[in-house]
């Protein structure tokens, strides 16, 4: 971890990030006209990629921030796809940490890591010069970092139960706080599974005269169509209408991503830029999804056996990628390598994806991993016809899942959880997954 802070600092922090981005001289006018802001439960990391490099196919220097990085600190700020050099970030890091402590000592408030970290996505692109930036929230909205964005146009890409003792422990109060992401008057647009909630939506938004665009309503989609070798779907918003388009990213629920980040990209265009014809607009969004690259939903890693991982960590997430393993691949044949965080609702997650698998083994990520024996035992109850097997670590549940993948002629699926999926790729490519710092 770069900077030697808390994960959350003290209370809400958006007046301190304020003063922040104030001494370090950020134009907010400015960062609020090249922005957008991704949120969600699922989804907004896709999203947020698939947005960017749209951008950077129709000639836009782009910026993007996401979280959490899986291998390495540097991939959480990009410009044009190319993580943060390390020069430039051990010499931004210097120089935020030498603001926090000024505001600190002045204000006797303690700032969180993502604090910072959002401060160092804003000077990186700013000193970048970026036309465009993309920033993903890291929870909620209404008193994330990139609420200070400003940005008129934002996403809520999908709403499940997560983070409830921070959001609220309904589905109203989640979406609500994660559409004040969007500065007064802006836009947002919410993903299919939002549509559930679209009275509550409209009504929440009216007052700050916010517009509320669903997937699946204002926005278009059609023609469907998931193999194992590509997808494609038709997208329409407005007067645009591009068929057959083809995004790189697998799984049926990246339609529903990658119509979200061409309507983002869209209603930024149409804001900041309103005397272009947005000519090469279609031809941008076709090589932008096409082009889009990002590891670790529905991700193959290996070829022989063929090993797919997928971080999703809520239910509704994991049990939309599994209808996608199904469709793209078939479920006949796999082995699934399952860990679950300490954090997470263990009964949830296992129940989502236990049926559907005949061998699992059960396996605990270095970082919060939960106790495999405990998920064994919810296993075993929901599916008690299963071959279950115990990996103490994720390097013993590789090793059993290349054994197992061999002799009965398998394919391996790792799911359940972002640090079980992401150690597991780390092994496969020889790494050390303990030395992993994912914060």
Request: net charge negative; hydrophobic share 45%.
């Given at each position: 971890?770069?900077?030697?802070?808390?994960?959350?600092?003290?209370?809400?922090?958006?007046?301190?990030?304020?003063?922040?981005?104030?001494?370090?001289?950020?134009?907010?006018?400015?960062?609020?006209?090249?922005?957008?802001?991704?949120?969600?439960?699922?989804?907004?990391?896709?999203?947020?990629?698939?947005?960017?490099?749209?951008?950077?196919?129709?000639?836009?220097?782009?910026?993007?921030?996401?979280?959490?990085?899986?291998?390495?600190?540097?991939?959480?700020?990009?410009?044009?796809?190319?993580?943060?050099?390390?020069?430039?970030?051990?010499?931004l890091?210097?120089r935020?940490?030498?603001?926090?402590?000024?505001?600190?000592?002045?204000?006797?408030?303690?700032?969180?890591?993502?604090?910072?970290?959002?401060?160092?996505?804003?000077?990186?692109?700013?000193?970048?010069?970026?036309?465009?930036?993309?920033?993903?929230?890291?929870?909620?909205?209404r008193?994330?970092?990139?609420?200070?964005?400003?940005?008129?146009?934002?996403?809520?890409?999908?709403?499940?139960?997560?983070h409830?003792?921070?959001?609220?422990?309904s589905?109203?109060?989640?979406?609500?706080?994660?559409s004040?992401?969007?500065?007064?008057?802006?836009?947002?647009?919410?993903?299919?599974n939002?549509?559930?909630?679209?009275?509550?939506?409209?009504?929440?938004?009216?007052?700050?005269?916010?517009?509320?665009?669903?997937?699946?309503?204002?926005?278009?989609?059609?023609?469907?169509?998931?193999?194992?070798s590509?997808?494609?779907?038709?997208?329409?918003?407005?007067?645009?209408?591009?068929?057959?388009?083809?995004?790189?990213?697998?799984?049926?629920?990246?339609?529903?991503?990658a119509?979200?980040?061409?309507?983002?990209?869209?209603?930024?265009?149409?804001?900041?830029?309103?005397?272009?014809?947005?000519?090469?607009?279609?031809?941008?969004?076709?090589?932008?999804?096409?082009?889009?690259?990002?590891?670790?939903?529905?991700?193959?890693?290996?070829?022989?056996?063929?090993t797919?991982?997928?971080?999703?960590?809520?239910?509704?997430?994991?049990?939309?990628?599994?209808?996608?393993?199904?469709?793209?691949?078939?479920?006949q044949?796999?082995?699934?390598?399952v860990?679950?965080?300490?954090?997470?609702?263990?009964?949830?997650?296992?129940?989502?994806?236990?049926?559907?698998?005949?061998?699992?083994?059960?396996?605990?990520?270095?970082h919060?991993?939960?106790?495999p024996?405990?998920?064994?035992?919810?296993?075993?109850?929901?599916?008690?016809?299963?071959?279950?097997?115990?990996a103490?670590?994720?390097?013993?549940?590789?090793?059993a899942?290349?054994?197992?993948?061999?002799?009965?002629d398998?394919?391996?699926?790792?799911?359940?959880?972002?640090?079980?999926?992401?150690?597991?790729?780390?092994?496969?490519?020889?790494?050390?997954?303990?030395?992993?710092?994912?914060?």
């Open positions: 971890m770069m900077f030697d802070l808390p994960k959350y600092g003290a209370g809400v922090c958006l007046a301190r990030l304020a003063e922040l981005l104030d001494l370090l001289a950020i134009d907010r006018a400015r960062l609020q006209r090249t922005s957008v802001v991704a949120t969600g439960s699922n989804g907004k990391g896709s999203t947020a990629a698939f947005c960017a490099n749209i951008a950077r196919a129709y000639g836009l220097r782009t910026g993007l921030f996401t979280s959490p990085h899986l291998f390495r600190f540097n991939e959480r700020f990009q410009i044009d796809g190319a993580p943060i050099g390390d020069e430039d970030l051990t010499r890091v210097a935020i940490e030498t603001a926090i402590a000024n505001i600190s000592e002045r204000r006797g408030e303690q700032f969180g890591a993502f604090e910072a970290m959002f401060a160092l996505a804003c000077l990186h692109f700013q000193e970048s010069e970026c036309e465009f930036a993309v920033f993903e929230a890291g929870i909620g909205g008193y994330d970092p990139v609420r200070l964005a400003g940005s008129p146009v934002t996403c809520v890409t999908s709403v499940d139960y997560e409830v003792e921070l959001l609220g422990d589905l109203q109060s989640i979406v609500s706080d994660k004040d992401a969007c500065a007064a008057g802006g836009t947002i647009v919410y993903g299919e939002c549509r559930g909630l679209r009275r509550h939506i409209v009504e929440y938004n009216r007052n700050r005269g916010t517009a509320s665009l669903f997937v699946r309503d204002e926005i278009r989609i059609g023609g469907e169509a998931i193999s194992a590509a997808q494609r779907f038709d997208f329409g918003f407005g007067d645009h209408d591009f068929r057959s388009l083809e995004p790189a990213l697998l799984g049926a629920f990246q339609f529903n991503n119509a979200i980040a061409i309507t983002l990209f869209l209603l930024w265009l149409q804001r900041a830029r309103p005397a272009q014809t947005f000519a090469g607009i279609e031809a941008a969004v076709r090589s932008g999804l096409r082009g889009t690259r990002w590891p670790g939903r529905l991700e193959v890693i290996v070829q022989n056996p063929l797919i991982i997928d971080v999703g960590h809520t239910p509704d997430g994991i049990t939309q990628s599994l209808a996608s393993l199904k469709e793209a691949f078939g479920l044949g796999w082995i699934l390598v860990g679950v965080s300490s954090d997470k609702k263990a009964n949830e997650i296992v129940g989502a994806l236990a049926p559907s698998f005949d061998t699992i083994i059960c396996t605990r990520a270095h919060k991993g939960g106790n024996e405990t998920i064994a035992s919810t296993v075993r109850k929901i599916n008690p016809q299963a071959q279950v097997q115990i103490a670590t994720i390097e013993d549940a590789f090793s899942s290349q054994t197992l993948a061999a002799s009965l398998r394919k391996i699926y790792v799911a359940g959880g972002l640090f079980t999926a992401i150690e597991f790729a780390a092994v496969a490519r020889g790494m050390r997954a303990r030395d992993l710092d994912f914060f």
